[in-house]
C-alpha cells in the first residue's frame, strides 16, 4: 500500500460480458473491493484545480444521434460543455454543432501542460495512427464508440509516457460510469474521481482567492529557506518548493531536485512516479506531491489532479 489514502468507492470486477452499454453498473460484494485502487468521494464532492489541462469525451444523448462521442481538450470544462451545446458559432466543433444536446461525462485532468493534453487527445481521437497504441485493436462489430473510446483510454494510461504522468481520470456523470477490466486498470498512482470539476486560475504567489501556497510546518521555517536536497536557496515568490504533507515533515525542496531524488533507481526516466521523503521516510507518491503543491490536495478526503507546467522541463536541462 502506498502512504495512507482514503477510499469512498467501489471499483467492480467485469465478468467476460465486456465493458456494457451507457448508464450499466454492475454491483459487487465487499470482498471483491479492489483496496489497491485510490478512489475519491461520490459525485457530490467537486473539485477546483488550478492550472488546468483536461481532455474530455463527450456523449451524444440526441435520438437522432445517440451513441456518437467526441474527444477534445479543455481548460474550462463548464464553459465548453456549453459551447459545443450552442454550436461553432459560439465556439464549439463541427463535429458535435447541430447534434446535440452533449453531455460530458468523463475528463482526464492533471497534465503538465497544455501540449501534453493536446498530445494526448490526439491519440486518443486517432489510436490506429499513434504509434504508440499500435497493439489495440480495431472496433469490434457489435461494440459501440463509447465502449471502443473507453477500450482506448485504459490502454492509454497504462502507455508511455502518459503512464507515468500523475492524472486522474474523473468521471463527471455517474449514470455512465465503467469500471475498467482487471486486465487493464490504471495505474495505482493514479486516482479514479467522481464529480464536476471547476478549473481555477493559476495561483500567482500567497494570498490569491483566498488560499496560500502550503508553508513549512510550525518550528521549521529556517529550516525551509534552502532546499534539503541541493541546500541552494528557495525562491517561494518565483518558484514555491515541494514540500511533505505529511504532518511535522520538514522537508522542503525544488520540485527538479525532488524529482532526481525519487529518480535515483530509475535514471533513465524523466517523471517520477514515487519516492522515499527525504525528511519524513515516508513512501510518497509523486502525484500527491504536486497536488498538495498546488493546493487541491485537502484533508485526503478529496484527490483531485492539478498540473504544473514546469518542472519537466527543469529536470531536461
Excluded at 111 to 134: G, I, M, N, Y
Excluded at 176 to 189: E, G, K, S, W
Aim: net charge positive; glycine share 12%; hydrophobic share 35%.
Amino acid at each position: 500500500m502506498l502512504g495512507s489514502r482514503w477510499y469512498g468507492g467501489t471499483w467492480g470486477m467485469l465478468g467476460d460480458g465486456g465493458w456494457g452499454g451507457p448508464g450499466a453498473c454492475w454491483e459487487v460484494g465487499l470482498a471483491s473491493y479492489d483496496l489497491s485502487r485510490p478512489l475519491s468521494p461520490g459525485p457530490a464532492m467537486g473539485a477546483e484545480p488550478r492550472g488546468f489541462f483536461g481532455v474530455y469525451l463527450l456523449f451524444c444523448t440526441n435520438p437522432r444521434y445517440r451513441g456518437r462521442v467526441y474527444v477534445g481538450f479543455t481548460v474550462a470544462p463548464q464553459r465548453r460543455i456549453g459551447q459545443h451545446n450552442a454550436g461553432k458559432r459560439r465556439g464549439g466543433a463541427w463535429k458535435t454543432s447541430g447534434r446535440g444536446p452533449w453531455e460530458m461525462v468523463l475528463i482526464v485532468h492533471g497534465f503538465p501542460s497544455d501540449v501534453a493534453a493536446l498530445r494526448f487527445e490526439w491519440a486518443w481521437q486517432h489510436p490506429h495512427t499513434s504509434r504508440r497504441l499500435s497493439h489495440v485493436s480495431r472496433r469490434a462489430r457489435r461494440e459501440t464508440r463509447f465502449d471502443f473510446h473507453l477500450r482506448v483510454l485504459a490502454h492509454m494510461l497504462r502507455a508511455a509516457p502518459w503512464c507515468r504522468l500523475p492524472l486522474t481520470v474523473r468521471w463527471l456523470e455517474p449514470g455512465y460510469r465503467r469500471d475498467f477490466p482487471p486486465a487493464l486498470q490504471p495505474p495505482l498512482h493514479m486516482p479514479v474521481a467522481f464529480g464536476q470539476v471547476r478549473a481555477l486560475g493559476r495561483a500567482r504567489g500567497r494570498g490569491e482567492r483566498g488560499q496560500e501556497e502550503p508553508g513549512p510546518p510550525p518550528g521549521q521555517a529556517a529550516q525551509a529557506q534552502r532546499c534539503a536536497l541541493c541546500l541552494k536557496r528557495l525562491q517561494d515568490a518565483d518558484n514555491p518548493p515541494l514540500r511533505c504533507f505529511h504532518p511535522g515533515c520538514p522537508l522542503a525542496a525544488h520540485p527538479a531536485c525532488l524529482a532526481r531524488e525519487f529518480l535515483r533507481e530509475e535514471p533513465e526516466q524523466i517523471l517520477p512516479v514515487e519516492g522515499r521523503c527525504p525528511g519524513c521516510k515516508n513512501l510518497l507518491l509523486w502525484g500527491d506531491l504536486i497536488r498538495y503543491h498546488q493546493g487541491c490536495y485537502g484533508d485526503l478526503e478529496e484527490v483531485p489532479a492539478s498540473s504544473q507546467g514546469h518542472w519537466t522541463e527543469e529536470l531536461q536541462t
